[in-house]
DNA sequence: ACTATAAACAGTAACAATTACTATTACTAC
DNA sequence: GTAGTAATAGTAATTGTTACTGTTTATAGT
């Protein structure tokens, strides 16, 4: 009677086009990859996917700054580094500073699930040209 | 000839509304704090403003996950937390790790300039209720 | 102070990322 | 197999932001 979450080829696509890629698309990018395989998937289909996989923890979303989100096919808890020469975002594989989130919870009373963290700067490739 | 950059009301009352709150305004925000000094600002106007005062490093632009840009009146480099209930941006005041840019630097070969840390959780108020 | 210059402006239109809507399709419990 | 209902494709609407245009205004040079 109650039907909780259905099968979807779709969301399938979506999900294995993220954990198949070290890099980190956009939606749209992310759309035209899962194009590839299902040449009249909808743009919203893979927006509300995407949603519903970073809710249900698959997946997570990265702010990087360029006024759109980016998404990575969640391993473990990690950094990123967004550069400003090729704007692409990429994973800065350092340990979780689980320290930070108690520090924080004490010193602001609130109760943190977690942080996030995106360096900025040049890349190896930008930092050599400029 | 050359001119440089040039005073403005509009610029300065921007300005001073950002460094006389705590709040993390969105563009929009500021764009209501200004009207109550000048009532015909153009939200443009504040936009542009908002560009050229964190390029010139007066303030700060936060993007804490919700769609939009957040702007903060810079003292010192700080780390924020994102308030899943209230949706509001708040200041964290610990201290600035940058171990963690040499070791990003290290890790990825690249050119950290900064971080940016965001907390996610639920602040004071919020956890509360829920 | 006056004038020429161009930076900054107000107002509006355009844009791009994302979300909402609607009729149709296709999983899945029975 | 069928009924019920999530999920979909396609499209329209929304929202935050940027670009454009004619006008205003700060300022360097007289």
Redesign the pocket.
Known sequence: ???????????EC?LNALQSTKSHP???MVYDMVRQE?P?????????????LVEEGAIIKIDAGD???HYDGYNKPHYHMFCRGCKSVSDIEIEYHAGMDTAAAKESGAEIEYHNVVFMGMCRNCKKIN
């Open positions: 009677m109650i039907q909780k979450r259905r099968y979807s080829k779709q969301r979506i956009s939606a749209n299902i009249n998937i909808s743009l919203g289909t893979v927006y509300r996917n995407l949603a519903e006024g759109m989100e």
